[in-house]
């Protein structure tokens, strides 16, 4: 895992954290956009809970393996699976990391990375990076790359959560809107997450690190 923390001068930055997806070749590659072009890279959705089965506490606390499949999906152009398989794919990774690390439940950035990417799917393109701007997400984004970032759920406020939302929660953002000022994420934490658009501002400042 490389880690991309750059210099800052805490007193007059807070920068947040996010870990963003390459693909092989694509790591050095720049692809520039015009701000008339919007950025909306196919990746294939599952909530977190594929079959509703929201009592499980391994999908309850899902949204970071459901996050790692969809961009594994996208790394290698898997075909979209079917429910049940998203549902099996979740569980699997879930029970691999209490088997493995005694823990599965909001895993962190590093850990998510190292845990996941590295040891389950022996992946190691990834990065954590500071942000200190929606701009820096959008830059990410311009340059091929998808983001996991974690959030603070709640403050998304997104109508499709249950109650006021979770306090951690994962999302992929996959693309940016530039007329509406945008991102475009698959949220794995609705049924109604797919293309999920949230407000730059509000997406930045939801960001937070656990």
């Known amino acids: ?6 210099w800052h001068n805490k007193i007059f930055k807070i920068f947040k954290i996010v870990l963003f997806i390459t693909v092989g070749s694509f790591i050095s590659t720049v692809f520039v956009f015009s701000k008339s072009e919007n950025i909306d890279n196919f990746i294939p959705f599952t909530s977190q809970a594929p079959l509703f089965e929201w009592n499980d506490p391994r999908q309850q606390d899902a949204c970071e393996e459901a996050s790692v499949l969809m961009s594994i999906s996208w790394i290698y152009n898997i075909p979209v699976y079917s429910q049940e398989m998203w549902r099996d794919r ?6 691999f990391q209490q088997d493995n ?3 599965n439940r909001d895993t962190s ?3 998510t990375s190292s845990w996941i990417f590295e040891d389950y799917f022996e992946y190691n393109n990834t990065k954590i990076i500071n942000i200190d701007s929606p701009l820096k997400i959008i830059e990410e984004l311009e340059k091929g790359n998808i983001l996991l970032i974690p959030t603070n759920g709640q ?3 997104n109508p499709n959560f249950s109650g006021e939302g979770p306090e951690r929660h994962m999302v ?3 693309g940016y809107d530039y007329e509406n000022e945008e991102f475009i994420t698959n949220d794995p934490g609705t049924r109604n997450g797919k293309d999920y658009r949230y407000n730059k501002d509000l997406l930045f400042k939801a960001i937070r690190t656990y």
Request: hydrophobic share 55%; charged share 30%.
């Open 172 to 174: 992929l953002v996959k």
């Open 90 to 95: 979740i569980v699997a990774l879930a029970e």
């Open 155 to 157: 403050e998304l406020k």
């Open 109 to 111: 950035l590093e850990d």
């Open 1 to 6: 895992m490389l880690m991309g923390v750059g």
């Open 101 to 103: 690390y005694g823990e």
